[in-house]
């Protein structure tokens, strides 16, 4: 029988052959295997009939075992080790045999690890933190109506990750299965606890980041309100403005955004207990909002024909005075310039609540409002008009506009002001107004029917219709007389110090007397400074009490331009004109042009709103770029969205076309239809979205 050290040296020149073929990457020969298993069977034998061996080469056999061990994967590959054990039926005790079942050598434990505690309470105060956030993000979600869609997948997930996170570190059974998940993954037991901490950790971020992004999902919620309510779609929208309530439930606008509908519906109690609640933390919105709504109630009770009660003026004056010196405070802020124009338009609108429509001379004290109004809106870029949660974006142009129809029904004409030009404007911009299916729009086209109905503005709108083609003296040499004439008044007249340096045009019309009876301006620059020319003063000194209608006129251009000017015959008026001409004077009478020629194609009558018809309503408008010539011609018109392409031969551009010479410059024009009668005409280079 051979000796201890013997069976030793054997064993470690077959374990060193299995060593070789692990370091080539190898797989053991089965061979091999068994010589191992074999030689190690042989070194038990010895211990097991000798006495004790010395203790330097039990040390030995110990590396040796360990060695065998660290072996073991390439070794119980393809189930190898259990066929040699099925074929020489090995005792339970030699457990080299047996080498699936031992358990992994214990690892070196860092100093770190009797810390594990530490780690351990950690992930404690994180999940309790976590639940906090997850139940809060929970009860925002499904405060107002239950759970939707986004509140149900962020609840769901958080709950997901806590429960797994939780799981494993607080029960056993969770431990051992994260234990097992962890060991898969190669991590070293004693980084099991640093593991679940971070786990933990990360759990606590998300839920700290979907809590801390609560306003933020507010903001979408009012943000799908506004849409829906644009849409009329408005239980849909008090229900996203009362989830967006449950994550910004201090933020006025969405009070105010309820208080509207309720204010569209007729319901102004409900309307008035929202707009309250932005009323008492001083939002001058929700001031304005309240001010709107008790003219509202008090008009109604008059049937919109009477002078509302003095309680009631007095109060709203209070709350538009309120906002108006807040919103000062803030003039940086677009939505505050667009607050500020709706509250002066408000304002005029309590101005001819006040007065009455009987008091027509009193209509006109404060219509400066409505016209201070439109610029604070048009300063403000287009994107920022949704800011604003009831106002439409030509409520003020409306109402500009029909304050300019109360001032020129008042007197026989106004100056600058060609009523024509007016008439078109308010229908273009109250159009939307007028059409009372639209409920939001109601009370205002309570009021813009009510000045509508006015006698002086039905007996207005019978002098446009009935001016369509005026009377034009034809004969060539009283027209050369009457320009004569009216250069040398001008001269007389002239103050070349007190004209600007701004090119002003004019358009002039003489009578057979040779007397200015009226004049108009087609650019707001010349309208504007039309009252530092001498035609001004000579229209003031001249002009008739009562003009006839069928007094053949003569039509001039007059031009002041550097101290200087020119008269020429207004059928001349684009004599001159190129394709690169900027001048806002040239661009706003050739922009009349065209509009001379829509305006001859287009129906002239006021509408009454309950008849207008949804179909003759374009949505979205018809946009075209439509090119000029210099001569005031329609060279081409060319549709910038599908439904103007579809739509173009149901308006007057298909009829206005004339094509034009070669090397004709050519000027491009935005024209905007609403509808078959309502229209605008905006230079292309001044369009907000050419």
Same mark, same amino acid.
């Given at each position: 029988?051979?000796?201890?050290?013997?069976?030793?040296?054997?064993?470690?020149?077959?374990?060193?052959?299995?060593?070789?073929?692990?370091?080539?990457?190898?797989?053991?020969?089965?061979?091999?295997?068994?010589?191992?298993?074999?030689?190690?069977?042989?070194?038990?034998?010895?211990?097991?009939?000798?006495?004790?061996?010395?203790?330097?080469? %039990?040390?030995?056999?110990?590396?040796?075992?360990?060695?065998?061990?660290?072996?073991?994967?390439?070794?119980?590959?393809?189930?190898?080790?259990?066929?040699?054990?099925?074929?020489?039926?090995?005792?339970?005790?030699?457990?080299?045999?047996?080498?699936?079942?031992?358990?992994?050598?214990?690892?070196?434990?860092?100093?770190?690890?009797?810390?594990?505690?530490?780690?351990? %309470?950690?992930?404690?105060?994180?999940?309790?933190?976590?639940?906090?956030?997850?139940?809060?993000?929970?009860?925002?979600?499904?405060?107002?109506?239950?759970?939707?869609?986004?509140?149900?997948?962020?609840?769901?997930?958080?709950?997901?990750?806590?429960?797994?996170?939780?799981?494993?570190?607080?029960?056993?059974?969770?431990?051992?299965?994260?234990?097992?998940?962890?060991?898969?993954?190669?991590?070293?037991?004693?980084?099991?606890?640093?593991?679940?901490?971070?786990?933990?950790?990360?759990?606590?971020?998300?839920?700290?980041?979907?809590?801390?992004? %609560?306003?933020?999902?507010?903001?979408?919620?009012?943000?799908?309100?506004?849409?829906?309510?644009?849409?009329? &779609?408005?239980?849909?929208?008090?229900?996203?403005?009362?989830?967006?309530?449950?994550?910004?439930?201090?933020?006025?606008?969405?009070?105010?955004?309820?208080?509207?509908?309720?204010?569209?519906?007729?319901?102004?109690?409900?309307?008035?207990?929202?707009?309250?609640?932005?009323?008492?933390?001083?939002?001058?919105?929700?001031?304005?909002?309240?001010?709107?709504?008790?003219?509202?109630?008090?008009?109604?009770?008059?049937?919109?024909?009477?002078?509302?009660?003095?309680?009631?003026?007095?109060?709203?004056?209070?709350?538009?005075?309120?906002?108006?010196?807040?919103?000062?405070?803030?003039?940086?802020?677009?939505?505050?310039?667009?607050?500020?124009?709706?509250?002066?338009?408000?304002?005029?609108?309590?101005?001819?609540?006040?007065?009455?429509?009987?008091?027509?001379?009193?209509?006109?004290?404060?219509?400066?409002?409505?016209?201070?109004?439109?610029?604070?809106?048009?300063?403000?870029?287009?994107?920022?008009?949704?800011?604003?949660?009831?106002?439409?974006?030509?409520?003020?142009?409306?109402?500009?506009?029909?304050?300019?129809?109360?001032?020129?029904?008042?007197?026989?004409?106004?100056?600058?002001?060609?009523?024509?030009?007016?008439?078109?404007?308010?229908?273009?911009?109250?159009?939307?107004?007028?059409?009372?299916?639209?409920?939001?729009?109601?009370?205002?086209?309570?009021?813009?029917?009510?000045?509508?109905?006015?006698?002086?503005?039905?007996?207005?709108?019978? &002098?446009?219709?009935?001016?369509?083609?005026?009377?034009?003296?034809?004969?060539?040499?009283?027209?050369?007389?009457?320009?004569?004439?009216?250069?040398?008044?001008?001269?007389?007249?002239?103050?070349?110090?007190?004209?600007?340096?701004?090119?002003?045009?004019?358009?002039?019309?003489?009578?057979?007397?040779?007397?200015?009876?009226?004049?108009?301006?087609?650019?707001?620059?010349?309208?504007?400074?039309?009252?530092?020319?001498?035609?001004?003063?000579?229209?003031?000194?001249?002009?008739?009490?009562?003009?006839?209608?069928?007094?053949?006129?003569?039509?001039?251009?007059?031009?002041?331009?550097?101290?200087?000017?020119?008269?020429?015959?207004?059928?001349?008026?684009?004599?001159?004109?190129?394709?690169?001409?900027?001048?806002?004077?040239?661009? @706003?009478?050739?922009?009349?042009?065209?509009?001379?020629?829509?305006?001859?194609?287009?129906?002239?009558?006021?509408?009454?709103?309950?008849?207008?018809?949804?179909?003759?309503?374009?949505?979205?408008?018809?946009?075209?770029?439509?090119?000029?010539?210099?001569? @005031?011609?329609?060279?081409?018109?060319?549709?910038?969205?599908?439904?103007?392409?579809?739509?173009?031969?149901?308006?007057?551009?298909?009829?206005?076309?004339?094509?034009?010479?070669? @090397?004709?410059?050519?000027?491009?024009?935005?024209?905007?239809?609403?509808?078959?009668?309502?229209?605008?005409?905006?230079?292309?280079?001044?369009?907000?979205?050419?």
């Amino acid at each position: 029988m051979e000796n201890l050290e013997d069976a030793i040296a054997k064993y470690a020149a077959a374990l060193a052959a299995i060593k070789d073929a692990a370091s080539a990457k190898a797989q053991p020969a089965l061979s091999q295997i068994i010589n191992v298993l074999l030689a190690r069977d042989g070194i038990q034998a010895v211990l097991n009939q000798t006495p004790p061996a010395s203790r330097q080469l %039990l040390a030995q056999l110990v590396q040796l075992d360990d060695a065998l061990i660290e072996q073991a994967k390439s070794i119980i590959q393809e189930d190898r080790l259990a066929q040699c054990r099925q074929s020489l039926n090995p005792p339970e005790s030699s457990w080299w045999w047996f080498l699936e079942g031992l358990p992994p050598k214990p690892q070196p434990q860092p100093k770190w690890a009797k810390y594990d505690w530490v780690w351990n %309470l950690g992930t404690v105060v994180c999940l309790v933190v976590s639940t906090t956030f997850l139940s809060q993000t929970a009860k925002a979600f499904s405060a107002a109506e239950g759970f939707d869609l986004w509140g149900m997948f962020s609840t769901i997930s958080q709950g997901a990750g806590l429960a797994l996170v939780a799981g494993g570190a607080l029960t056993d059974k969770g431990q051992k299965v994260v234990e097992s998940a962890l060991t898969s993954l190669k991590i070293p037991p004693y980084l099991h606890a640093e593991v679940t901490f971070a786990g933990a950790l990360t759990l606590l971020s998300l839920s700290h980041i979907t809590y801390s992004n %609560l306003p933020r999902v507010g903001e979408l919620y009012y943000e799908q309100g506004r849409k829906l309510q644009a849409e009329n &779609r408005w239980s849909e929208a008090q229900e996203s403005y009362a989830r967006s309530l449950n994550f910004i439930p201090d933020d006025p606008r969405i009070s105010v955004s309820i208080g509207s509908i309720y204010e569209a519906l007729g319901d102004f109690e409900k309307a008035i207990a929202e707009y309250e609640k932005g009323n008492l933390v001083g939002d001058p919105a929700s001031m304005n909002a309240l001010g709107r709504v008790a003219i509202w109630q008090a008009w109604e009770k008059t049937a919109w024909k009477g002078k509302i009660d003095a309680d009631s003026a007095r109060r709203a004056d209070l709350l538009f005075e309120r906002a108006t010196k807040i919103v000062a405070q803030q003039t940086d802020d677009p939505r505050q310039q667009l607050l500020q124009a709706e509250i002066r338009t408000n304002q005029g609108i309590l101005h001819w609540a006040k007065v009455g429509w009987n008091a027509q001379d009193a209509l006109l004290d404060k219509i400066w409002l409505f016209g201070h109004a439109v610029p604070l809106e048009e300063a403000v870029p287009s994107n920022q008009h949704s800011s604003l949660s009831l106002s439409s974006k030509y409520r003020n142009q409306c109402y500009a506009s029909v304050g300019d129809i109360l001032h020129l029904a008042s007197s026989q004409a106004t100056p600058g002001v060609d009523p024509r030009v007016a008439y078109r404007e308010f229908n273009y911009a109250c159009l939307e107004i007028r059409e009372v299916y639209q409920p939001g729009n109601w009370y205002d086209a309570k009021v813009i029917e009510s000045a509508v109905d006015l006698q002086s503005v039905q007996q207005l709108i019978k &002098r446009i219709q009935a001016n369509v083609s005026p009377v034009k003296i034809a004969d060539s040499k009283q027209i050369s007389k009457f320009q004569q004439q009216l250069s040398a008044q001008i001269q007389q007249n002239l103050d070349p110090k007190s004209l600007p340096e701004d090119k002003i045009i004019l358009r002039v019309f003489v009578n057979s007397k040779g007397k200015i009876i009226k004049y108009y301006a087609y650019d707001k620059m010349s309208q504007g400074l039309a009252y530092t020319t001498p035609i001004d003063r000579l229209w003031w000194d001249q002009k008739p009490d009562v003009q006839d209608p069928q007094e053949p006129l003569a039509d001039f251009k007059v031009t002041f331009y550097n101290g200087a000017f020119e008269v020429a015959s207004w059928s001349a008026k684009a004599r001159g004109l190129t394709q690169n001409m900027t001048d806002p004077a040239d661009m @706003g009478m050739l922009k009349h042009c065209l509009f001379e020629l829509l305006d001859r194609q287009v129906p002239g009558q006021f509408e009454v709103a309950e008849n207008v018809n949804s179909d003759d309503i374009f949505r979205p408008s018809l946009i075209y770029k439509v090119n000029v010539t210099p001569d @005031g011609a329609i060279a081409d018109s060319q549709p910038m969205n599908k439904e103007a392409a579809e739509r173009f031969q149901e308006t007057p551009l298909v009829n206005l076309t004339t094509a034009p010479g070669d @090397g004709i410059p050519l000027i491009p024009f935005k024209v905007e239809f609403k509808a078959s009668n309502a229209f605008r005409i905006t230079p292309w280079n001044e369009a907000e979205n050419p």
